[in-house]
């Protein structure tokens, strides 16, 4: 019984000691962030703008792997997302003109391709996706 109430206080003081150490570590994060702020600030007049940023343009990005013709000259364009989470496609440009997905494709799932057929019968010079995570632009 002794013995367990003794391993039992080493354990509760082992979680209080590392819980210290994780709040102290948190703490200094948020210290020296702030003081990147302050020093910001005070040498450029203004704090960064963290809009500008590209968080998930880093992480999630659009390829337009390759462009081909179907049985009926619509045009398959094949779609590769690189990123780490799921895509949805808003719109599709050919020469700047909004054409229609024929193929009913609405999203693309990470380190997947897909072949979107679009409604588009004449030449074209570039293809621009437009997505959740960006633009992917493909040109001739």
Same mark, same amino acid.
């Not at 992480?59 to 590769?80: P, W, Y």
């Not at 633009?135 to 001739?140: L, R």
């Given at each position: ?8 206080? *080493?354990?509760?003081? *082992?979680? $209080?000691? !590392?819980?210290?150490? *994780? ?6 994060? &948020?210290? &020296?962030?702030? @003081? =990147? &702020?302050? %020093?910001?600030? @005070? ?8 809009? +500008? ?9 659009? /390829? ?6 179907? =049985?009926? #000259?619509?045009?398959?364009? %094949? ?7 799921? !895509?949805?496609? +808003?719109?599709?440009?050919? #020469? #700047? ?7 009913? *494709?609405?999203? $693309?799932?990470?380190?997947? !391709?897909?072949?979107?057929?679009? #409604? ?5 010079? !570039?293809?621009?996706?437009? +997505?959740?995570?960006?633009?992917? =632009?493909?040109? /001739?």
């Amino acid at each position: 019984m002794i013995l367990q109430a003794v391993f039992g206080i *080493i354990i509760l003081v *082992i979680l $209080i000691f !590392t819980s210290i150490k *994780i709040i102290g570590s948190l703490f200094k994060g &948020l210290l &020296l962030i702030g @003081l =990147t &702020l302050l %020093a910001s600030y @005070l040498i450029f007049g203004s704090l960064p703008s963290l809009s +500008s940023i590209p968080f998930s343009g880093s992480f999630n990005k659009l /390829k337009i792997v390759g462009v081909s013709r179907d =049985t009926n #000259n619509s045009l398959l364009v %094949a779609v590769n997302n690189v990123g780490f989470s799921e !895509t949805k496609i +808003s719109k599709v440009l050919v #020469n #700047n003109q909004e054409v229609q997905i024929i193929n009913g *494709i609405e999203k $693309i799932d990470p380190h997947k !391709t897909d072949i979107l057929q679009v #409604n588009w019968n004449q030449d074209f010079n !570039t293809i621009e996706i437009q +997505s959740s995570v960006g633009k992917a =632009t493909y040109k /001739k």
